[in-house]
């Protein structure tokens, strides 16, 4: 059983930096790929980024490339997302979420999500 632990939220004026953190627990950690994705109130949800369990390849959204960068500690069983240039319509709570993946513009999120860690960007 793989269990995730989102943290690093919170209220940031635009233009401003977050780093997001996905604590995870379980013998199969670093057997998957891990990544976050994000919901807005009254909006579907959307896949940000996406990392392999080795940390070789990552995908990003268009929305966010550039900007996010995602990485993994595997000593640490920790996945990052951090988060600069940010804009107002970054905000939502975002939920980190395993295994992952990315064909074209889908993405694939698993039965392990984390509870979430709400972001607003806002002056």
């Known amino acids: 059983q793989l269990q995730l632990v989102e943290s690093g939220g919170g209220l940031v004026q635009p233009g401003g930096s977050l780093r997001l953190s996905c604590a995870a627990s379980g013998f199969t950690w670093n057997y998957y790929a891990i990544g976050w994705f994000r919901q807005a109130p009254g909006k579907e949800r959307e896949g940000v980024s996406c990392?392999?369990?080795?940390?070789?390849?990552?995908n990003y959204a268009d929305s966010v490339k550039g900007r996010f960068t995602i990485s993994r500690d595997n000593a640490k069983n920790t996945v990052y997302l951090q988060m600069n240039s940010l804009k107002p319509e970054d905000t939502a709570v975002y939920y980190c979420a395993a295994p992952c993946s990315r064909d074209g513009s889908s993405w694939f999120f698993g039965d392990y999500w984390g509870k979430g860690t709400p972001v607003t960007v806002s002056s």
């Open positions: 990392i392999t369990s080795s940390g070789g390849s990552t």
